[in-house]
């Protein structure tokens, strides 16, 4: 990690004292968090992205709780990037900063029986010992991460959130965190909000048993992250019961969770200043992701989106001989009405498996199962014939001719995001950058540039990076876009258990 990193990992310890703010007027308990800007030489964005991954492989009335009913948990920001607060495990508690994480279900926390691993000296650990309340389960226990994971075995303990004591918590201590991705985080662990049918082991997750054990009055938690990232202050806050109205403005537009699991849901077309992309206009799946620093979406609209922000992106040369070699023929089929998702198999670039082309044996990120085809070999000239049948159908519904057509598809070949995950952009251009949009149970809910641009650093030495990233999930799971910390945001998010929905408004 280096003398920076230490000296970096110092600052947030002290700025970790006091996190937790009890407010007993409003009968809420607070979990603050604090937000620090990003140190791109910690490769955060790379480190969260792989981490964002992990989702995919684990695969009424409108009327909620007052603020008077709900249990408030405060949070830290860490540049925008990093979200996370206080917990205690054990009796007397032993505290730890977590991320609350509502894409995973389980609660893990580094172990004091960590001895070969880096991160976790780095990093508080769990000392089983020194909690009265203590119980032993030993069952193992595995997380697999982009870039990592972490391993270790299951324990029971009492854990404090809050003002609140979930007793006889199934948690995993962490003995093995292999990788740079925790070396560099600035929290111990995460805490999941996501539903029990992904939580590894089967362990009941934290927030089930707050709902169980009467805890708290409805099963409903809502997200306030304040995004001024210079601001050393509280970093937003989690409240458990209810939301605080002074959070938010207007009313919540609730859409429904299709699928328990993530907080899943249907969303909408996504519109690139004020123009449809098209992608979506049928209905794509979205998943709202506190754990997600930035917001991922399939590689066909996040490269029209840095085409139109003017994002750095890396040269494909498939994509170019996808329209050299092959443009002119897929504009024909096209004009010809033929059924777009059979377009590149019609071309010979991918098969068909009945519902759409396909490459053959390229395996589900969320399914971790082999697609069935007739043995081909996985081809990403597929994918990029794929991408360009999406980019003409847009420009065809525009009304654009043939070569103005085949040059932007050319264009785009050269800003398809960077597999690093990172896509630069120049600072001074916000005031010309579009809004994006995204449609949610009939609504737009749009981001400003200065919403989904990252700001690194001040003055002549600030660098800002898109809050785009990609992420290609296959059908039927997808495509779907992950709703991360750069739209949870600019828009206040509850999420209802008791009715199966979330809901959005603009944050105060």
């Known amino acids: 990690m280096g003398t920076r990193g230490l000296a970096v990992l110092l600052l947030a310890a002290v700025l970790l004292q006091g996190l937790l703010l009890a407010s007993e007027a409003e009968g809420l308990v607070r979990i603050a968090l604090k937000k620090r800007a990003i140190d791109r030489n910690s490769r955060v964005a790379k480190s969260l992205s792989d981490r964002e991954e992990v989702h995919l492989l684990g695969g009424a ?41 509502t894409g995973s279900s389980n609660l893990w926390v580094p172990s004091a029986k960590c001895y070969f691993s880096i991160a976790c000296y780095l990093h508080a650990r769990y000392k089983a010992g020194a909690s009265s309340t203590y119980k ?40 093995k965190e292999p990788g740079v991705t925790f070396l560099v985080a600035k929290f111990d662990g995460i ?13 009941v997750p934290v927030w089930y048993n707050m709902v169980e054990q009467g805890l708290i009055s409805d099963p409903v938690f809502s997200f306030w992250l304040n995004r001024h990232a210079d601001d050393e202050g509280e970093g937003g806050e989690i409240i458990f019961g209810g939301m605080d109205p002074k959070h938010y403005v207007g009313e919540h537009t609730y859409v429904p969770a299709t699928q328990k699991g993530y907080w899943q849901f249907d969303m909408g077309d996504v519109l690139v200043g004020g123009k449809s992309t098209g992608f979506c206009a049928g209905g794509c799946a979205a998943i709202a992701d506190s754990g997600t620093s930035l917001l991922a979406g399939p590689t066909a609209i996040i490269t029209e989106i840095n085409e139109k922000i003017g994002a750095a992106g890396v040269v494909s040369q498939e994509c170019k001989t996808i329209v050299s070699q092959y443009g002119q023929q897929i504009l024909d089929l096209l004009l010809a ?9 019609q071309v010979g670039l991918c098969t068909f498996d009945g519902t759409r082309g396909v490459s053959a044996g390229i395996r589900s990120v969320v399914d971790d199962e082999p697609v069935k085809s007739n043995g081909l070999h996985t081809d990403p000239m597929c994918s990029a014939c794929e991408m360009a049948v999406v980019w003409m159908q847009n420009q065809l519904a525009q009304n654009k001719t043939q070569d103005l057509i085949l040059d932007y598809v050319n264009q785009l070949c050269n800003r398809l995001p960077s597999p690093m995950g990172e896509s630069a952009v120049d600072c001074a251009s916000l005031g010309s950058m579009p809004d994006i949009e995204f449609t949610i149970s009939g609504k737009k809910f749009a981001l400003k540039p200065e919403e989904y641009i990252l700001k690194v650093g001040e003055g002549a030495a600030a660098q800002c990076i898109s809050g785009f990233t990609a992420m290609d999930i296959p059908p039927p799971r997808g495509p779907l876009w992950i709703l991360g910390d750069v739209f949870m945001g600019p828009y206040h998010t509850v999420f209802d258990y008791g009715k199966l929905r979330v809901g959005f408004a603009k944050a105060a």
């Open 337 to 345: 009405e033929t059924q777009p998702k059979k377009v590149c198999s």
């Open 191 to 203: 805490l999941g909000l996501g539903f029990k049918e992904i939580s590894v082991g089967k362990a």
């Open 136 to 175: 032993k389960n030993g069952k193992p226990a595995a997380i697999q991460y982009g870039t990592g994971s972490i391993a270790g075995y299951f324990s029971e303990d009492s854990v404090t959130v809050g003002d609140l004591v979930v007793k006889d918590q199934e948690f995993i201590e962490a003995t």
């Open 61 to 101: 009335s409108n009327t909620l709780p007052s603020e008077e009913e709900g249990d408030i948990v405060s949070l830290k920001n860490y540049m925008n990037a990093q979200y996370f607060g206080e917990i205690g495990v054990g009796t007397p508690p032993q505290k730890f900063t977590v991320i609350f994480d």
